[in-house]
């Protein structure tokens, strides 16, 4: 049978809560889980009712024939509030009030309209930029997690294939937008309020550092100095600094050209993190099991390069050619001859179409370069 | 801190909507540790369980006007985080194309939480435990509720979305089971206590 004390009848045979009344409860009836199960007894043995204590007590006097049950059911409702969750550090209690204060008061008091739920809002969005950017998992990453602004007070700044736009930042920070990509942000930022952005695509960031100049370690800095690319599954905080990030489907890497640079990934409820220096590259894999979130160093100035639509090569292997087409353009290349990797190359190139790219490449290296799709030979 | 009594957290709410911000910055310090731990227990991820705390006080203080009084402020808060963690682990799911989400949360016990030293040795804490993890994910949750928060059924109900009847059922059933796994250790308890 489901469920506590019940008689043959079918009635329950006590009220749901019991103030005390000896006469009306049968209580000379009640088995060990019946005396579990009572709120007013498990209120007495958690002692959160000193009444319902005394009543219980002279109860139990009164009938000794159940007073093994009774004991029974005392010792393993104190066990179960033996249980005590760790204490939590005073520290983060108080940043996470000094959080709430601030907000509250950044907030202007007036601002009577009704706001939408945030989870149906963020599925609808969501839903949105998968629909029209076709972006995968990197589209559902648009959505803000702490939404602070109102709707309305959001900027997007989008661009087609093939174009590059620039913008500058309410702070003064400037960003070059690549080909297909959003960025979106607040409209209006707060002096002394975190800086944050929501990137799907790539793009390249120069940040102003608000941070006064002694504070150069992203880690160890407050929300507020820091300015923060939400880029999917990754959150890449940073003071003031130059970096590229690139949050495609099923890819997202972000390269350091100077300061620091704080990534942050969450995944299944356990977040990693990382720090990067300049010239490195770090990169997410999401299908990689164990460690997601790996780095390397790179040739950092060539990442940039697309900013200004054109590559420039000063002895450059032609390795890091190619792991800069396999990382931005997101190519496979083989090469029939290992050697050339070892092969410099010094020019400029035009960076804007891959095709034009891989035709000029091949006419320097004096090789044939086919591709298929994504899959790219060095013959 | 002690904890403070429904009545008082009553009248914080009120004052809340009236404009207070300190009436529900009180609220917030009152009952952060609880809606930390219970957001813990539920999806393990600190990080999080702080955000989501933190943008529901933040969306409470926004909405605050079109809010109504509440009997249980804690029930009430304890609800709310429950759906915004919902939502945001859904969201989480999604964005790693992980299996669709399921309904409830996995609650699980530590032995931190059951340091007992006084009243047995590592082997009933073990016991203890693994009759706990052993109940469905329901029971554990509403267990937790119970023991760990104090909440009546009735609130339980509330915070789970279920009917008063059915936490009923579902902590007497697992109490049910708790006690035929450890009836050795509580019959040497209650030999002790008495």
């Given at each position: 049978m489901n469920g506590p004390a019940r008689p043959p009848g079918g009635q329950p045979r006590h009220p749901a809560a019991g103030p005390f009344g000896p006469l009306l409860m049968p209580y000379t009836t009640y088995s060990t889980d019946d005396f579990l199960a009572d709120e007013s007894f498990q209120a007495f043995v958690l002692g959160h009712d000193p009444a319902a204590a005394q009543l219980w007590r002279a109860w139990v006097a009164q009938h000794p024939a159940k007073q093994a049950e009774f004991d029974e059911a005392v010792a393993l409702l104190q066990l179960l509030a033996s249980g005590y969750s760790p204490a939590l550090p005073q520290s983060l209690k108080q940043a996470e009030t000094a959080k709430l204060w601030q907000a509250l008061h950044a907030v202007p008091t007036r601002q009577p309209q009704p706001r939408l739920r945030v989870g149906r809002r963020a599925r609808r969005w969501a839903g949105a930029a998968v629909a029209a950017l076709a972006l995968?998992?990197?589209?559902?990453?648009?959505?803000?997690?702490?939404?602070?602004?109102?709707?309305?007070?959001?900027?997007?700044?989008?661009?087609?294939?093939?174009?590059?736009?620039?913008?500058?930042?309410?702070?003064?920070?400037?960003?070059?937008?690549?080909?297909?990509?959003?960025?979106?942000?607040?409209?209006?930022?707060?002096?002394?309020?975190?800086?944050?952005?929501?990137?799907?695509?790539?793009?390249?960031?120069?940040?102003?550092?608000?941070?006064?100049?002694?504070?150069?370690?992203?880690?160890?800095?407050?929300?507020?100095?820091?300015?923060t690319v939400h880029a999917g599954p990754l959150d890449v905080a940073v003071l003031g600094t130059q970096f590229d990030v690139l949050n495609r489907p099923g890819r997202a890497k972000v390269i350091l050209q100077s300061g620091q640079v704080q990534l942050r990934h969450q995944r299944a409820g356990r977040t990693e993190a990382l720090l990067l220096k300049p010239g490195e590259l770090a990169e997410l894999r999401p299908a990689a099991a164990a460690a997601p979130l790996t780095k390397r160093p790179v040739n950092a100035a060539l990442y940039a390069a697309?900013?200004?639509?054109?590559?420039?090569?000063?002895?450059?292997?032609?390795?890091?050619?190619?792991?800069?087409?396999?990382?931005?353009?997101?190519?496979?290349?083989?090469?029939?001859?290992?050697?050339?990797?070892?092969?410099?190359?010094?020019?400029?190139?035009?960076?804007?179409?891959v095709d034009v790219l891989l035709a000029t490449l091949a006419k320097s290296l004096d090789i044939k370069i086919s591709r298929t799709g994504s899959?790219?030979?060095?013959? | 801190m002690p904890p403070i009594t429904d009545e008082y957290s009553a009248q914080l709410w009120e004052a809340f909507r009236g404009g207070e911000a300190r009436a529900l910055a009180a609220l917030f310090e009152a009952y952060y540790e609880a809606l930390y731990h219970?957001?813990?227990?539920?999806?393990?991820?600190?990080?999080?369980?702080?955000?989501?705390?933190?943008?529901?006080?933040?969306?409470?203080?926004?909405?605050?006007?079109?809010?109504?009084?509440?009997?249980?402020?804690?029930?009430?808060?304890?609800?709310?985080?429950?759906?915004?963690?919902?939502?945001?682990?859904?969201?989480?799911?999604?964005?790693?194309?992980?299996?669709?989400?399921?309904?409830?949360?996995?609650?699980?016990?530590?032995?931190?939480?059951?340091?007992?030293?006084?009243?047995?040795?590592?082997?009933?804490?073990?016991?203890?435990?693994?009759?706990?993890?052993?109940?469905?994910?329901?029971?554990?949750?509403?267990?937790?509720?119970?023991?760990?928060?104090?909440?009546?059924?009735?609130?339980?109900?509330?915070?789970?979305?279920?009917?008063?009847?059915?936490?009923?059922?579902?902590?007497?059933?697992?109490?049910?089971v708790l006690r035929k796994v450890l009836a050795v250790v509580v019959l040497l308890l209650s030999g002790l206590a008495a």
């Open positions: 995968g998992f990197a589209g559902v990453g648009l959505w803000p997690r702490t939404p602070v602004a109102p709707a309305s007070a959001w900027t997007s700044y989008s661009t087609k294939a093939g174009e590059r736009r620039e913008l500058t930042l309410p702070d003064g920070s400037r960003v070059t937008l690549n080909g297909r990509s959003v960025l979106r942000l607040a409209t209006a930022w707060q002096p002394g309020h975190a800086r944050e952005v929501w990137l799907a695509g790539e793009a390249f960031f120069q940040v102003r550092h608000t941070a006064p100049a002694r504070l150069t370690a992203v880690a160890a800095a407050p929300a507020s100095v820091k300015f697309w900013t200004s639509g054109h590559l420039d090569f000063t002895d450059t292997p032609v390795s890091e050619v190619v792991a800069l087409l396999e990382d931005t353009y997101g190519l496979r290349v083989t090469l029939r001859n290992p050697a050339l990797r070892q092969q410099k190359l010094t020019g400029s190139v035009p960076s804007q179409d899959q790219v030979r060095f013959d | 219970y957001g813990l227990k539920l999806t393990g991820d600190e990080e999080l369980v702080k955000d989501c705390i933190q943008n529901l006080f933040q969306k409470l203080w926004r909405r605050r006007e079109g809010l109504r009084a509440v009997q249980v402020v804690k029930a009430y808060l304890f609800k709310a985080l429950r759906r915004h963690l919902g939502d945001e682990t859904k969201l989480l799911r999604h964005r790693y194309l992980l299996p669709a989400y399921s309904d409830s949360f996995e609650v699980t016990y530590s032995h931190e939480e059951f340091l007992i030293a006084q009243q047995g040795d590592a082997e009933q804490r073990a016991r203890l435990l693994a009759a706990l993890n052993r109940l469905s994910k329901r029971q554990r949750e509403a267990l937790y509720l119970k023991f760990f928060d104090g909440f009546a059924y009735e609130r339980i109900a509330e915070v789970m979305g279920l009917n008063t009847q059915s936490v009923r059922n579902l902590i007497f059933n697992a109490l049910q």
